[in-house]
């Protein structure tokens, strides 16, 4: 079955017998046990919800795993993952990962004795340097976030599984229809849900699915025994969500190409993130987030303030087009020295474009790139003007 139709078809109510076509919502904290057996297949909603056991077994069947699990957040997600790890191990993690997982990783460095090292993950040598008997994860994100980039995941897992370690992916920016990375050898795959899969910016939640069932049990007891688990309301507007993927990826990275074009032919504009193809052209499946150096942080911020369209907001992948500067914003908690080492700019600015009308985004953008000009201009006749 083609993705796409199983995004729409599936079991939304296994077992019901009035067969609603849509997930009821289970709002239940317990569930009475049969008085004979003690028995049930649910019982408490820490430990299982009837509604968020089809949005598990939806994203399993999606990333191709064994099994599925819901959380309150994707760092909730993140940190079950780093859960699995225990004091000394070590994780390797790419350099440029979401904002709130290199805080997250620093956290479990200076209380729970988990050293990371981070590398440049693109570069599979310096990979196979960092990675020492004492790692246990490696962990990357595709597409990486916020410069676009993309690593070699089927290398990443031969190499890490070569060293008895395990390798997650955050697979948030390209989302199991652009990549699956456990058809290519990862073992878990983890999903800030808020972005394209909930997708109309109105739900928080996480997931990771595990390859395997006996990875997955040991998920399973840190979900159950930590209890960050999604609620029923959250997990009925997801599962709501996650049905339209397919289209609004699809037109948003049509667009969102278009902006990436728009933006290459700027004189003003230093470079284009856009994921690529092997011959530099911009990829048409590459998803519907574009960054760009606007040359200077004010020439970044007059591009922001010249636009009327756009909102500017963090976090990506929703049905609204937005705007970010990434250095202030969603990765201000990363500290100067390394975002200088991951090339990450002031003058960055990250768009995550929505399903507005192709022609309104496009003049938007036209229009920040007027403000940028402009900006420019004032800041070339001061530089012109000291003696
Ligand atoms: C947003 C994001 C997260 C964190 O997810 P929340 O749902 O905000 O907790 C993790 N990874 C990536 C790639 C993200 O973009």
């Known amino acids: 079955m083609n993705l796409a139709t199983r995004l729409v078809s599936f079991p939304a109510s296994p077992g019901d017998p009035f067969r609603p076509t849509a997930t009821p919502v289970y709002q239940t904290a317990t569930f009475a046990l049969d008085p004979h057996g003690l028995d049930a297949p649910f019982d408490y909603t820490r430990s299982g919800n009837p509604t968020r056991a089809v949005l598990e077994a939806q994203i399993a069947a999606l990333e191709g795993g064994a099994r599925g699990f819901a959380f309150a957040s994707g760092l909730a997600a993140l940190a079950a993952v780093l859960r699995l790890l225990r004091a000394g191990d070590e994780i390797v993690a790419d350099r440029d990962l979401y904002g709130g997982t290199c805080r997250l990783l620093a956290m479990l460095a200076s209380g729970h004795g988990l050293v990371t090292r981070f590398v440049d993950a693109t570069d599979l040598d310096a990979v196979a340097d960092a990675v020492g008997p004492r790692t246990r994860l490696v962990l990357v994100e595709t597409f990486s976030n916020p410069l676009l980039r993309e690593v070699d995941v089927a290398a990443l897992a031969r190499l890490s599984h070569a060293r008895g370690a395990l390798l997650a992916v955050d697979n948030s920016a390209a989302t ?15 999903h800030s849900a808020t972005k394209y899969l909930g997708g109309h910016g109105d739900v928080t939640a996480g997931l990771v699915v595990a390859a395997g069932a006996a990875l997955g049990e040991r998920v399973y007891a840190v979900q159950n025994g930590e209890g960050a688990v999604l609620a029923p309301f959250e997990t009925f507007l997801l599962l709501r969500g996650m049905k339209t993927l397919a289209v609004r990826l699809r037109q948003q990275q049509r667009t969102a190409r278009a902006v990436a074009r728009l933006l290459a032919g700027h004189p003003g504009v230093r470079a284009v993130h856009y ?5 530099g052209a911009f990829a048409t499946q590459g998803g519907a987030v574009v960054s760009f150096a606007a040359g ?7 591009f922001v303030a010249a636009l009327r369209l756009l909102s500017v907001c963090v976090s990506f992948g929703s049905v609204h087009s937005t705007v970010c500067l990434p250095c202030a914003m969603s990765h201000a908690s990363v500290e100067e020295r390394e975002r200088r080492a991951r090339g990450l700019g002031a003058d960055l600015v990250r768009l995550s474009v929505g399903l507005e009308d192709r022609g309104d985004v496009l003049a938007d953008v036209a229009r920040g790139l007027g403000g940028l000009e402009a900006e420019a201009q004032v800041a070339g006749c001061q530089a012109g003007a000291r003696p």
Do not use: M
Not at 275 to 279: L, Q
């Open 176 to 190: 199991p229809l652009l990549r699956r990375p456990l058809a290519l050898g990862a073992d878990l795959v983890v």
């Open 275 to 279: 994921p690529r193809t092997p011959s």
């Open 296 to 302: 200077s942080e004010g020439h970044a911020r007059a």
